[in-house]
C-alpha cells in the first residue's frame, strides 16, 4: 500500500488539497498521519475514500447524505433498504428541482415570446413584467 502526501493524494483524485482538508475538518475522511517533517501522509484507502465521495457528489448526493451512507455502509446490520430509501430521496429532490426547472423555463420563454411580438421602440415588456425600476 502506497502512502501520499496530501498534493499526490489531490492529484490522484483530482481534488484540490483545501477540498481534501474540509473533508478532513467535517469528519469525512480521517485525520491521516503526519511524517517527521510534519506533512499529511495519506494510506491509499484516503483516495478510495475520494472517489467514493466524489462520485456521491456527481450524482446529487450532499455531504451530509454522503456522511450518512458511509455511517450505513460502516453498520455491519445495515440492509440495503436504508442505501435505496436514501437514494430514493435524492431522486425526490431532483425531481423537484427538474419541475422547478421546467416552470421557470416556461416563464421564461414566455417572457422571451413577449419581446419577439414587440414591434415599436417601446419599454422591454420583460423589464415591466419584472418591475425593473431605473
Known sequence: MKNMTIGEL??????????????????????????????RIYPEKAATVLRFIK????????????SELFSLDNN??????????????KV???D??????NLMRKELLNLISLCEEKT?????????ILNFES
Do not use: M, W
Not at 469525512?28 to 503526519?34: A, M, S
Not at 455491519?76 to 430521496?89: G, I
Not at 415599436?120 to 415591466?128: A, G, M, Q, T, Y
Open 55 to 66: 462520485h456521491a457528489k456527481d450524482i446529487g448526493f450532499s455531504l451530509k447524505q454522503i
Open 76 to 89: 455491519k446490520y445495515n440492509t440495503c433498504s436504508s442505501v435505496k430509501k436514501l437514494a430514493e430521496e
Open 96 to 101: 423537484k428541482r427538474i419541475n422547478s426547472f
Open 10 to 39: 489531490a492529484k490522484a483524485v483530482n481534488l484540490n488539497t483545501q477540498t481534501i482538508r474540509y473533508y478532513e475538518r467535517i469528519g469525512l475522511i480521517n485525520k491521516p498521519n503526519t511524517n517527521e517533517a510534519g506533512y
Open 120 to 128: 415599436d421602440n417601446s419599454r422591454c415588456p420583460i423589464l415591466d
Open 92 to 94: 425526490r429532490e431532483i
